[in-house]
């Protein structure tokens, strides 16, 4: 039994590094639930630094087995940007984030490596002045029980660390539970085994 939980940020951030050959470089780092609130996110970002010389970006949206990931160089040379802003986000340890490294051209072309540099440096800072938090996956599990079993229910809920989240009352409660995706077999098959076959519990 072990838990999942993934880390993201706490709240946007940015930072911007130094000037180089003129260019300003920001990156700025945004906390999103699934791919399409990224995109509408780029769209924003777009609009809000239309006067930006090149918007590159990188994102990482979903969770465990639906992870969705998109970068792309926004009109700089093939590789310099996206993929340097998607090697920072991969190695941050960060899911559910988007990444955007805005330049503003100073007039003087970074070369190749020059640009890889920059873009990797910006992403860098941004990254690091984010404050994160660790988000528990939880899953919804609903049941039903005879009230005879209410202290049975009570203690594998505190067991398993899960939550109430809604209670219904017809001919017996019928329970709906918030518990770490990682407990959640063991939490059914518990239940199931200590109410002894009364209680199946199935994710919903």
Same mark, same amino acid.
């Given at each position: !039994?072990?838990?999942?939980?993934?880390?993201?940020?706490?709240?946007?951030?940015?930072?911007?590094?130094?000037?180089?050959?003129?260019?300003? &470089?920001?990156?700025?780092?945004?906390?999103?639930? #699934?791919? #399409?609130?990224?995109?509408?996110?780029? %769209?924003?970002?777009?609009?809000? &630094?239309? %006067?930006?010389?090149?918007?590159?970006?990188?994102?990482?949206? /979903?969770?465990? #087995?639906?992870?969705?990931?998109?970068?792309? %160089? #926004? /009109?700089?040379?093939?590789?310099?940007?996206?993929?340097?802003?998607?090697?920072?986000?991969?190695?941050?340890?960060?899911?559910?984030?988007?990444?955007?490294?805005?330049?503003?051209? =100073? =007039?003087?072309?970074? =070369?190749?490596?020059?640009?890889?540099?920059?873009?990797?440096?910006?992403?860098?800072?941004?990254?690091?002045?984010?404050?994160?938090?660790?988000?528990?996956?939880? %899953?919804? $599990?609903?049941?039903?029980?005879?009230?005879? !079993?209410?202290?049975? $229910? !009570?203690?594998?809920?505190?067991?398993?660390?899960?939550?109430? &989240?809604?209670?219904? &009352?017809?001919?017996?409660? $019928? !329970?709906?539970?918030?518990?770490?995706?990682?407990?959640?077999?063991?939490?059914?098959?518990?239940?199931?085994?200590?109410?002894? /076959?009364?209680?199946?519990?199935?994710?919903?």
């Amino acid at each position: !039994m072990e838990k999942e939980q993934y880390t993201t940020i706490l709240e946007d951030a940015e930072a911007e590094i130094d000037k180089i050959k003129g260019s300003r &470089f920001i990156g700025r780092i945004y906390s999103i639930n #699934d791919k #399409d609130e990224a995109e509408r996110k780029l %769209d924003e970002v777009r609009k809000r &630094f239309y %006067d930006a010389t090149h918007n590159c970006f990188a994102y990482s949206a /979903g969770i465990s #087995d639906g992870i969705v990931t998109r970068s792309s %160089d #926004d /009109g700089e040379p093939s590789g310099t940007a996206g993929r340097p802003i998607l090697a920072v986000l991969e190695g941050s340890g960060l899911s559910n984030v988007l990444l955007v490294v805005t330049r503003y051209y =100073g =007039g003087t072309n970074l =070369g190749t490596g020059g640009l890889i540099k920059a873009y990797t440096e910006a992403a860098k800072a941004a990254v690091e002045t984010a404050r994160r938090e660790i988000i528990e996956i939880k %899953d919804t $599990v609903r049941f039903a029980y005879e009230y005879s !079993m209410t202290s049975l $229910v !009570m203690n594998l809920i505190n067991k398993y660390g899960a939550s109430v &989240f809604s209670e219904e &009352f017809r001919s017996g409660p $019928v !329970m709906n539970v918030k518990i770490n995706r990682g407990y959640v077999q063991e939490f059914t098959a518990e239940i199931f085994e200590r109410s002894n /076959g009364s209680i199946k519990a199935e994710t919903c």
